[in-house]
């Protein structure tokens, strides 16, 4: 059996064997490796909060950005919402000439453009 403290011994190897979740996402994150994240979970004040927003920007063509949800990766845009489809739960996002639809559920975040 071999020491583990030799020099013949992988020490780094040893001492990353047992690492927490949260230092592995954070390492991940430092190397570029984008991993699949969960849907977001959006409260109901957060959305009241989102609807006055849209509200606002609508009646005065404010820019926003948008922080989105989409086959596991989060996507973010930067621009003005045109038209709410309520029935379908689509936002509808005009990016230079061409729609985008977001899905009112995968929404994670809305704010100003700054």
């Not at 040893?14 to 949260?22: A, K, Q």
């Not at 009241?48 to 005065?60: D, G, N, V």
């Not at 061409?98 to 975040?109: C, K, L, T």
């Amino acid at each position: 059996m071999v020491n583990k403290l030799t020099a013949e011994s992988n020490l780094r190897w040893e001492s990353m064997r047992m690492i927490l979740p949260e230092y592995r996402e954070k390492w991940l994150d430092v190397l570029g490796i984008k991993r699949k994240r969960m849907k977001p979970s959006v409260d109901e004040q957060q959305w009241q909060e989102f609807e006055w927003l849209l509200k606002e920007a609508m009646t005065t063509d404010l820019e926003l950005t948008f922080t989105f949800w989409k086959n596991g990766y989060f996507l973010e845009t930067s621009d003005r919402c045109t038209w709410i489809n309520s029935s379908q739960g689509l936002l509808h996002i005009e990016k230079n000439d061409e729609v985008i639809f977001i899905i009112a559920e995968h929404i994670a975040d809305i704010r100003r453009s700054e």
